[in-house]
């Protein structure tokens, strides 16, 4: 069980972190129209998994925009944004912000947790128990995790280079 910190205070996680290498682990979320979405869903596709508490949080909405201005305009790479946040809200984010979900998914764990336990990033404790921990995970077109980036401190943003880097290597 890996651990965190939310301004500077330490926040435990639920779960084991996948490493380089290995299977990534299936999920279901919610996606706009409250479909569901799952890992196989993406088959064949290079994957940016990205893990966020909040689109109603600074960083994460910060987050959400870098990610859609670079990685979303890659082709041969879908980016996937997962939160706590309802489908309605994200959508609303997405719309108010100029997302287009081409390249760039939205997907909700208010139904079901699956991605946060089985990625290790489940929040187990304190003010944000329930959400995600900020994480992003590179995987290949065979579903192979290529890459793991666990932010240590939840309101910092992810090395988005190195993301894309690592991304635009599976293409």
Same mark, same amino acid.
């Given at each position: 069980?890996?651990?965190?910190?939310?301004?500077?205070?330490?926040?435990?996680?639920?779960?084991n972190l996948p490493k380089p290498g290995d299977?990534?682990?299936?999920?279901?979320v919610a996606k706009q129209d409250l479909g569901d979405l799952t890992l196989k869903d993406l088959a064949g596709k290079v994957k940016i998994l990205v893990a966020v508490p909040s689109l109603d949080?600074?960083?994460c909405a910060l987050e959400t925009k870098k990610f859609n201005e670079r990685a979303a305009k890659e082709d041969g790479i879908t980016t996937l944004i997962i939160s706590g946040d309802l489908p309605f809200a994200m959508k609303r984010f997405c719309s108010t912000e100029g997302i287009d979900?081409?390249? +760039?998914?939205?997907? !909700?764990?208010f139904k079901d947790f699956s991605f946060s336990k089985n990625y290790g990033t489940h929040i187990a404790g304190g003010? +944000?128990?329930?959400? !995600?921990a900020r994480a992003v995970f590179v995987?290949?077109?065979?579903?192979i995790i290529r890459y793991t980036e666990l932010v240590p401190e939840i309101? !910092?943003?992810p090395n988005y280079d190195t993301v894309l880097a690592e991304a635009k290597k599976l293409v």
């Open positions: 069980m890996a651990q965190v910190t939310l301004k500077g205070n330490p926040v435990p996680l639920e779960g299977k990534a682990p299936d999920f279901r949080t600074a960083v979900s081409k390249n +760039l998914i939205t997907g !909700s764990q003010p +944000l128990a329930g959400l !995600s995987v290949d077109k065979d579903d309101g !910092s943003e």
